[in-house]
């Protein structure tokens, strides 16, 4: 089966610009979730979608971050005005249900802000 | 709230040595414990998991963990690496009960296997 899909890998932008990153899980999986990896730390979510509802949301800034999932597939995550703490690796995993369901990750985009 | 330390930020071994990965989780209730793998170039995949039973949980490619409940640890073993083991190492926790449980990761062990 396909795993998750993300683009872009890599994304360099400077300080206070925005910058969108785009997920498609695997087919099928009702639960979308977005991380953020910074380097030397483990993932650490940011939000959880059950189909295109929020489930979990309390580690995300939402006074720069947000993330939509419109029609329950596809999920972009969004940053403005970035800073230079956001420099890491964005992380979106998907699972057939929430709860104790394996995640299953993508590849990442890598983000550096300058 | 639920954390996981791990206490190994780099370990490098010879090939056909004894692996042991520290795992300590802090969390009040019933646990449910993973460890994730993370080979240079891919994506974090899912080594094996605990939600109840036998202690000793057997996953993917020879690696097993023991969850001993009155050290909170959940280590990962493996008798005899090879150097395709090289990769970064995750150990994370997710707590059950009502309301929802993020899964909450380590910091994460880089292992080297040197040929």
């Known amino acids: 089966e396909a795993g998750v899909a993300q683009s872009p890998r890599y994304k360099i932008i400077e300080k206070r610009q925005s910058v969108a990153f785009w997920c498609n899980p695997i087919?099928?999986?009702?639960?979308l979730y977005w991380y953020q990896q910074i380097l030397g730390q483990g993932p650490k979510l940011l939000i959880q979608?059950?189909?295109?509802?929020?489930?979990?949301d309390s580690q995300l800034p939402k006074d720069r971050f947000s993330a939509e999932r419109l029609k329950g597939v596809d999920s972009t995550l969004k940053i403005q005005p970035a800073k230079l703490e956001d420099s890491a690796v964005y992380l979106c995993?998907?699972?057939?249900?929430?709860?104790?369901?394996?995640?299953?990750f993508g590849d990442g985009t890598r983000l550096s802000i300058l | 709230a639920q954390s996981v330390s791990q206490h190994n930020h780099h370990v490098i071994l010879s090939e056909a040595a004894s692996l042991e990965l520290g795992c300590n989780y802090s969390y009040g209730g019933t646990v449910n414990l993973f460890w994730y793998v993370q080979y240079p170039g891919q994506h974090l995949q899912l080594l094996l998991k605990y939600f109840s039973g036998d202690p000793l949980v057997k996953g993917i490619k020879g690696f097993e963990a023991e969850f001993i409940k009155s050290k909170f640890s959940f280590n990962l073993r493996k008798p005899s690496v090879q150097w395709s083991d090289t990769a970064e190492y995750f150990c994370a926790v997710k707590g059950s009960g009502a309301g929802s449980y993020q899964l909450t990761f380590g910091k994460g062990t880089k292992l080297s296997v040197i040929p």
């Open positions: 979608f059950q189909n295109n509802g929020v489930v979990d």
């Open positions: 995993a998907s699972s057939v249900g929430g709860g104790l369901q394996p995640q299953h």
């Open positions: 087919s099928g999986h009702a639960t």
